[in-house]
């Protein structure tokens, strides 16, 4: 079955610690994005990429990283320089073009330790 | 600039109508519509394009008012599975594509 992965579920950051969350799409779609979602709030975009070896910074990007070397994979590191960095991090992709809807993975939940 | 939702919460008895607003302070080329269980991904529910079509899908209908850059969104005869938190995520013209602003979302229950 086509769809988005991410892992891990759940993931635990010590202090000056940098970690990657993993996205990886099956759907052959081109554009993928990153958001970042805390309590009772909406999504707010960090970064997307609309094609392979390139993508621009969101609303909150500061503090985050990204590469987009293969179609299928769009990793998010968050830096240490992220200083409030627990929360629920959700990956989505979709094809290119207007109104074309996003397909999201089941998230990541990151809190520091 | 983020949408405005409104309202934040509603809580509804089964069978029952509701109305979720999304309002912008720009002009709005397109809308999503989605629907987050908790501690799940969003589902996509529709989408709304300048000069389009209200959309539906299943007993949930929307519309796009572009002389008030809002989208309204209307569950009608609602059913327990319809609860979940609802976001609108807008985009103000073409060139911004699929790069959405999200609202903050309605939280709607819906008792038996």
């Known amino acids: 079955d086509g769809g988005i992965t991410q892992s891990p579920k759940y993931l635990f950051r010590k202090e000056g610690q940098n970690v990657t969350l993993s996205c990886e799409q099956n759907l052959n779609h081109d554009a993928m994005y990153w958001y970042r979602q805390d309590p009772g709030q909406g999504l707010r975009l960090i970064y997307y990429s609309q094609i392979v070896n390139d993508f621009q910074k969101g609303d909150i990007a500061e503090g985050y990283s990204v590469s987009r070397e293969k179609k299928e994979s769009f990793p998010l590191t968050v830096t240490s320089a992220q200083k409030n960095p627990t929360a629920f991090y959700l990956c989505a992709s979709s094809f290119q073009g207007l109104g074309q809807p996003q397909h999201f993975g089941d998230g990541t939940r990151l809190s520091i330790l | 600039q983020q949408p405005v939702q409104s309202p934040q919460a509603v809580i509804l008895r089964e069978g029952e109508d509701a109305v979720i607003n999304c309002s912008s302070s720009?002009?709005?080329?397109?809308v999503h519509w989605y629907r987050q269980k908790h501690g799940e991904a969003p589902v996509f529910l529709m989408i709304l394009l300048k000069g389009g079509e209200q959309m539906r899908h299943e007993k949930i209908s929307a519309s796009f008012n572009e002389k008030k850059q809002q989208s309204s969104l209307y569950l009608t005869a609602s059913q327990l599975s319809y609860s979940g938190t609802y976001f609108c995520g807008t985009a103000p013209d073409k060139a911004a594509g699929n790069k959405l602003t999200f609202g903050g979302g309605t939280r709607v229950l819906v008792k038996p």
């Open positions: 720009k002009a709005l080329y397109s």
